[in-house]
T-cell receptor, first 118, second 116 residues
Framework: AQKVTQAQTEISVVEKEDVTLDCVYETRDTTYYLFWYKQPPSGELVFLIRRNSFDEQNEISGRYSWNFQKSTSSFNFTITASQVVDSAVYFCALSEADRDTGRRALTFGSGTRLQVQP | DTEVTQTPKHLVMGMTNKKSLKCEQHMGHRAMYWYKQKAKKPPELMFVYSYEKLSINESVPSRFSPECPNSSLLNLHLHALQPEDSALYLC???????????????FGPGTRLLVL
């Protein structure tokens, strides 16, 4: 079963539009962490945000905002007034301990490719 | 400074070649990771080093051999690769793997590998 689902494979918007990238996760742990990473065409994964399972406060950083809702197991990411430089693949990821092995692992969603047209 | 560097940026090798990928971080992180990423897919974990010791090997074929000479360096030695091994290889580091789920992994720019 997929633990992190990013249902939107590709989104195309025009510059200055707002866009929301969805992330739904699945875990039985009460303690876990969620992340968003940006991967521009250059390839580097850029860390954007980390959120722990006990902190449901929404966060805003410039044009970026994140909405964490435990009730729906979602951690959505909104870019306000999108720009061409926002074009990238965005990955949502879940960090949790494996119930059987105790090993901690970072599980990525399949990613959402965002194209911002000028 | 959250920089992880990787060399080379691009690498083309034949199936009989031996090559190495290098990764370096100077953030004092004690956990380092190798990931493999195929086109249009998320990164897949290959190896984890914690305090310079191999702690996780995700059943990676022996033609990939990791090495951690010191806490700042991580190498991936490649030998007798197959064309299907062509991918982006990403290195990452975090303050402490054992320290918990919360440790953020910082990634390098990757090495794009093509095996002919």
């Amino acid at each position: 079963a997929q633990k992190v689902t990013q249902a939107q494979t590709e989104i195309s918007v025009v510059e200055k539009e707002d866009v929301t990238l969805d992330c739904v996760y699945e875990t039985r742990d009460t303690t876990y962490y969620l992340f968003w990473y940006k991967q521009p065409p250059s390839g580097e994964l850029v860390f954007l945000i980390r959120r722990n399972s006990f902190d449901e406060q929404n966060e805003i950083s410039g044009r970026y905002s994140w909405n964490f809702q435990k009730s729906t197991s979602s951690f959505n990411f909104t870019i306000t007034a999108s720009q061409v430089v926002d074009s990238a693949v965005y990955f949502c990821a879940l960090s949790e301990a494996d119930r059987d092995t105790g090993r901690r692992a970072l599980t990525f969603g399949s990613g959402t490719r965002l194209q911002v047209q000028p | 400074d959250t920089e992880v560097t990787q060399t080379p940026k691009h690498l083309v090798m034949g199936m009989t070649n031996k090559k190495s990928l290098k990764c370096e971080q100077h953030m004092g992180h004690r956990a380092m990771y190798w990931y493999k990423q195929k086109a249009k897919k998320p990164p897949e974990l290959m190896f984890v080093y914690s305090y310079e010791k191999l702690s996780i090997n995700e059943s990676v074929p022996s033609r990939f051999s990791p090495e951690c000479p010191n806490s700042s360096l991580l190498n991936l030695h490649l030998h007798a690769l197959q064309p299907e091994d062509s991918a982006l290889y990403l290195c990452a580091s975090s303050q402490d793997e054992v320290g918990g789920l919360q440790e953020t992994q910082y990634f390098g720019p990757g090495t794009r590998l093509l095996v002919l």
